[in-house]
């Protein structure tokens, strides 16, 4: 399983930016898809994830600026952010929840990353 980020970038403050993520390989079913961010000297956190069927879940820190949006269809997840701010810059990763095959467990797969800088 393979999970390819794109649309990382600079942007002033008050612009906008938006991610997408294609997962690929051999994969039988999704479950959560998600956005993960981690800033120089800090731990990785939670930006926003949806689970298959259900509503979206966000970090506090981007509710009302950024919106998750997934298709399943294509094993797609997007993040359109808006309202960017100086500390939102770090570098953002796609995570999804995989099954590779019928009656495997679920595993975690990441993306490899893209640089999200916004300058004040």
Do not use: H
């Not at 390819?4 to 906008?16: D, I």
């Not at 997408?20 to 999704?30: H, L, P, V």
């Not at 966000?58 to 309202?83: C, E, H, P, W």
Request: proline residues 3%.
């Amino acid at each position: 399983v393979r999970l390819v980020e794109s649309g990382g970038g600079l942007v002033q403050a008050g612009g906008s930016l938006r991610l997408s993520c294609e997962a690929s390989g051999s994969i039988f079913s999704i479950n959560t898809m998600g956005w993960y961010r981690q800033a120089p000297g800090k731990q990785r956190e939670l930006v926003a994830t949806v689970a298959s069927g259900s509503t979206p879940n966000y970090a506090d820190s981007v509710k009302g600026r950024f919106t998750i949006s997934r298709d399943n269809a294509k094993n797609t997840v997007d993040l359109q952010m808006n309202s960017l701010k100086p500390e939102d810059t770090a570098v953002y990763y796609c995570q999804a929840t995989v099954k590779v095959r019928w009656g495997m467990p679920s595993y975690n797969y990441w993306g490899q990353g893209t640089q999200v800088t916004v300058s004040s």
